[in-house]
């Protein structure tokens, strides 16, 4: 994988933890710096774990497929972007509102988990891929650090107007990285 592929990649990755970070930040009456860098290193240590755990279970795996690695890398992603899309595009009617002080470490632990499955996912498609896996996990935890920091910063501010947005972005870059490694390996078969 390309270093601009690993870096749209880690982007994409961390756009439903931005997401979510705006909705805790939004909830904080006045986010203080190290309220949000807490925040973004509890997630993006999450997310750094997260893809070597599907990757190692993808290895496990690829010794079967080599042959159509990169369909399953192309469909993981097309299918995890699609997702994002429309968990972007819907309406959460019944999505309830954190009370502010709720930020405990399980909490934070919990949801950075929860938005971290699709760089489980991800690590599986990686797997089928020519990637340094250290490289894109730590790279995919950097970004998501920098991005959950930051988002927790601007989730006063910003939180319902832009956390829908961030996640249909998400989607696309998924969708696109995911079409680059399809292209990537027809194009060198050819």
Avoid at 20 to 29: F, I, R, T, V
Avoid at 105 to 130: H, P, Q
């Amino acid at each position: 994988m390309n270093p601009i592929s690993l870096l749209f990649l880690a982007l994409a990755m961390s756009t439903d933890a931005f997401a979510a970070a705006l909705g805790k930040g939004a909830s904080l009456h006045k986010p203080r710096f190290i309220e949000a860098l807490r925040t973004g290193l509890i997630f993006g240590a999450i997310e750094t774990i997260t893809p070597m755990i599907g990757w190692g279970i993808g290895q496990v795996a690829a010794r079967f497929a080599e042959s159509w690695d990169h369909w399953i890398a192309f469909t993981l992603l097309l299918v995890l972007g699609l997702h994002m899309i429309y968990n972007g595009i819907k309406h959460d009617d019944d999505e309830e509102q954190e009370k502010p002080g709720q930020h405990s470490f399980w909490i934070l632990a919990v949801t950075a988990f929860a938005t971290s499955i699709d760089a489980l996912a991800v690590g599986v498609g990686l797997a089928f891929v020519d990637v340094n896996i250290m490289a894109a996990a730590l790279a995919i935890g950097l970004a998501t650090t920098v991005m959950v920091t930051i988002g927790v910063m601007l989730g006063r501010v910003l939180g319902t107007m832009v956390g829908k947005r961030a996640e249909i972005v998400g989607g696309i870059v998924l969708i696109v990285v995911g079409a680059t490694i399809l292209y990537e390996h027809l194009s060198a078969a050819a």
